[in-house]
């Protein structure tokens, strides 16, 4: 949308920078001006607020907060601050020397629930690419399709469908002829990708068992409970526990403990473990959360801790976090500040 807004101005030329989320635009006899996108996921007020509070002077000129559908709370705080903005409802307000004056808005209309066309196989594919950058530590990652493939444990053809959804998601550019291996794809801009996915990842319907037991201090049990029984690759720990584990955060305990073990065979993995931790079953909304998760999950899953433990891997934690809600989504959001760096976007006075 803000690519488009620009180009569609008379006299205007839109050039490629040197750094993603950023253009360059040339207006006829009058110069040069740089623009960089800073993304704020769905638009909502705490979404702008962070990348608001980045900026203690004035909003730079050329810096545009994009998201999904800015929220009218989320456009009175711009307003305040003199902020670009534009999104991909319509709304656009854009100054930027030498010459770009944009100011419109769209009509409003409500929020749907996207899913983007998004499948299981899509999804695999894209949180090994979201692995891929955080291991990598930048967005530069091969998206080679026999690669993805074995890392996904997806069929080749299911690894091209996926990479041309992210194609139409406009988050990976595509170079070189119209089909086979020597096309090449490039990782565009990565916190978007993780904007998609973990909306998907955060809604779809997951099955789930439920356990109970007297504790005091979630993490500890983890720690003690959880290492004899991690042959198989299972389980792995993420939601609220994971994420206060890799980012401490919350004042108080972690309220529930959430667990990953394979799909194959969940239900009796599930009451195998509980009997083995001295659980005992409980309804939903007990203390301890069992989900199944598939292979990928597991190989993209951190290395066991100094305690022995596996925590999830950073874009399944943030994902499963916002699914919780409520006070989770706050750790969510300190997570990826903190610990997602190359998911977080262009970073103010970089």
Not at 25 to 39: F, N, P, S
Not at 68 to 97: C, H, I, K
Not at 238 to 250: F, R
Not at 286 to 303: I, Q, T
Request: charged content about 25%; glycine content about 8%.
């Amino acid at each position: 949308m803000l690519r488009k807004a620009v180009a569609e101005l008379a006299g205007v030329e839109v050039l490629p920078a040197s750094r993603p989320c950023e253009f360059t635009v040339r207006l006829a006899g009058r110069g040069a001006g740089r623009i960089r996108a800073l993304w704020a996921g769905e638009g909502w007020p705490a979404d702008v607020n962070y990348l608001l509070d980045q900026v203690d002077e004035a909003w730079p000129s050329g810096w545009v907060v994009t998201a999904r559908r800015l929220s009218p709370g989320a456009l009175d705080l711009l307003e305040q601050r003199r902020a670009n903005w534009a999104d991909d409802a319509g709304n656009v307000r854009l100054t930027v020397p030498p010459g770009i004056l944009i100011d419109r808005r769209a009509h409003s209309a409500p929020r749907q629930e996207r899913r983007g066309g998004w499948t299981e196989s899509a999804a695999a594919v894209t949180e090994c690419i979201l692995h891929r950058v955080i291991e990598s530590g930048h967005p530069d990652v091969g998206l080679r399709v026999v690669d993805l493939a074995e890392m996904a444990g997806r069929s080749r053809g299911a690894v091209t469908h996926a990479l041309s959804l992210l194609d139409r998601l406009d988050v990976t550019e595509r170079s070189g002829p119209a089909r086979g291996p020597a096309v090449r794809r490039t990782l565009v801009d990565a916190p978007r990708l993780l904007d998609e996915w973990s909306e998907w990842a955060a809604r779809v319907p997951r099955p789930s068992v439920y356990a109970h037991a007297l504790v005091d201090d979630p993490i500890t049990w983890v720690r003690d409970t959880l290492p004899p029984r991690m042959s198989g690759g299972s389980p792995i720990v993420s939601g609220w526990v994971a994420g206060e584990m890799l980012t401490p955060h919350l004042t108080a305990a972690p309220p529930q403990v959430q667990l990953y073990l394979p799909a194959d065979g969940f239900e009796q993995r599930a009451a195998r473990f509980m009997d083995g931790a001295a659980l005992r079953p409980a309804t939903e909304g007990g203390w301890l959360e069992l989900w199944p998760a598939p292979d990928h999950v597991f190989r993209c899953a951190r290395a066991a801790d100094m305690y022995g433990v596996r925590v999830a891997d950073l874009p399944r934690v943030y994902a499963d976090l916002l699914r919780l809600g409520g006070r989770a989504v706050e750790l969510a959001t300190h997570l990826r500040s903190v610990a997602m760096r190359p998911l977080v976007g262009a970073e103010p006075g970089t």
